[in-house]
């Protein structure tokens, strides 16, 4: 647009560039070519299942900046009817869409083809990479849940004799009992919640509720955090048995029933 102004470039011939840059000679080519990028610029719509509607929804775009662009007129209602006034029926309607659809989507690399195969086989081994990750982390975390479960109640009773009277240094605890710092820190704010929201550890909390009438004790407390270990593995136990069952049914389903797969780009129809 800028450079037309700047040369003074005739208003029939800029039209022209507008709609068929890549159709004029082949000696100012180069360019006109930017020029379709007012009609390229426009929707294409991706992995829609109505492609026969989203087709002429773009070519209709398409027709509505043409026609107010460089007509001056709104055509928009002549995609279905005929009004008695309007200079555009509906025939000239689709006579400008059967134009448009001969327009045919396409992605061109800015750069050689060799560095956009290169960049796909590192993106697809960085896929890979990220996969086996995940399942590691997954595998990780797992495997770490059972096993901090096995620790429950030796933490909580940490967390008693940390917040129990007498109050016990949290360094020592931590030393004494061999414990992870930044597990401990956990464990002390996860056992310091508004008990309405864990009801299973209603009976832990009024138990260090009673902990300034210095009634409570660590036997109670090892009680108390052992039964909390053996919920807990109970829970870990179901979950293991309900995944294998899943697994199970989801194999007897359908193995041979494939993801529907549908295409990354824009086609005509």
């Given at each position: 647009?800028?450079?037309?102004?700047n040369?003074?470039?005739?208003?029939d011939q800029?039209?022209?560039?507008?709609l068929a840059?890549?159709l004029m000679?082949?000696k100012?080519r180069v360019?006109?070519?930017?020029a379709l990028?007012?009609l390229?610029?426009g929707?294409?719509?991706?992995?829609?299942g109505?492609?026969?509607?989203t087709r002429?929804?773009?070519r209709?775009?398409?027709?509505?900046?043409?026609?107010?662009?460089?007509l001056?007129l709104?055509?928009?209602?002549?995609?279905?009817?005929?009004?008695k006034?309007?200079p555009?029926p509906?025939?000239?309607y689709?006579?400008?869409?059967?134009?448009?659809?001969?327009t045919t989507y396409?992605?061109?690399?800015?750069?050689?083809?060799?560095?956009?195969?290169?960049y796909?086989a590192l993106?697809?081994k960085?896929?890979?990479?990220q996969?086996?990750m995940?399942?590691?982390?997954q595998?990780?975390?797992k495997?770490?849940?059972e096993?901090l479960?096995l620790?429950a109640?030796k933490?909580m009773?940490?967390?008693?004799n940390?917040k129990g009277?007498?109050?016990a240094?949290?360094n020592?605890v931590?030393?004494?009992?061999?414990?992870?710092?930044?597990l401990?820190q956990?464990?002390?704010?996860f056992?310091e919640r508004?008990?309405?929201?864990?009801?299973f550890l209603?009976?832990?909390?009024?138990?260090m509720?009673d902990?300034t009438q210095?009634t409570?004790?660590?036997a109670?407390?090892?009680?108390l955090?052992?039964?909390?270990?053996?919920l807990?593995?109970?829970?870990?136990a179901?979950r293991?048995?309900?995944?294998?069952?899943?697994e199970i049914i989801?194999a007897?389903?359908?193995p041979?029933t494939k993801?529907?797969s549908r295409?990354?780009?824009?086609?005509?129809?």
């Amino acid at each position: 647009m800028v450079k037309a102004f700047n040369d003074d470039l005739p208003y029939d011939q800029f039209v022209r560039a507008q709609l068929a840059g890549d159709l004029m000679d082949e000696k100012t080519r180069v360019r006109t070519l930017p020029a379709l990028g007012f009609l390229g610029q426009g929707p294409w719509f991706y992995d829609n299942g109505a492609v026969e509607v989203t087709r002429a929804d773009e070519r209709h775009d398409r027709i509505d900046v043409v026609s107010r662009g460089f007509l001056g007129l709104t055509v928009g209602c002549a995609r279905c009817h005929d009004h008695k006034y309007d200079p555009i029926p509906t025939k000239d309607y689709y006579a400008m869409a059967g134009v448009f659809a001969s327009t045919t989507y396409k992605e061109y690399p800015q750069v050689p083809q060799s560095v956009v195969d290169e960049y796909t086989a590192l993106e697809k081994k960085l896929k890979n990479k990220q996969k086996m990750m995940g399942e590691f982390m997954q595998t990780e975390s797992k495997q770490l849940s059972e096993s901090l479960a096995l620790q429950a109640s030796k933490y909580m009773q940490a967390v008693w004799n940390v917040k129990g009277e007498p109050k016990a240094d949290l360094n020592d605890v931590i030393e004494k009992n061999k414990l992870d710092y930044e597990l401990m820190q956990r464990w002390i704010r996860f056992l310091e919640r508004p008990p309405r929201h864990y009801p299973f550890l209603k009976d832990w909390q009024a138990f260090m509720q009673d902990k300034t009438q210095k009634t409570a004790t660590a036997a109670e407390a090892k009680k108390l955090a052992d039964e909390f270990q053996s919920l807990l593995l109970d829970v870990l136990a179901e979950r293991k048995a309900l995944n294998e069952e899943n697994e199970i049914i989801l194999a007897k389903a359908n193995p041979t029933t494939k993801k529907k797969s549908r295409s990354s780009s824009p086609t005509n129809s």
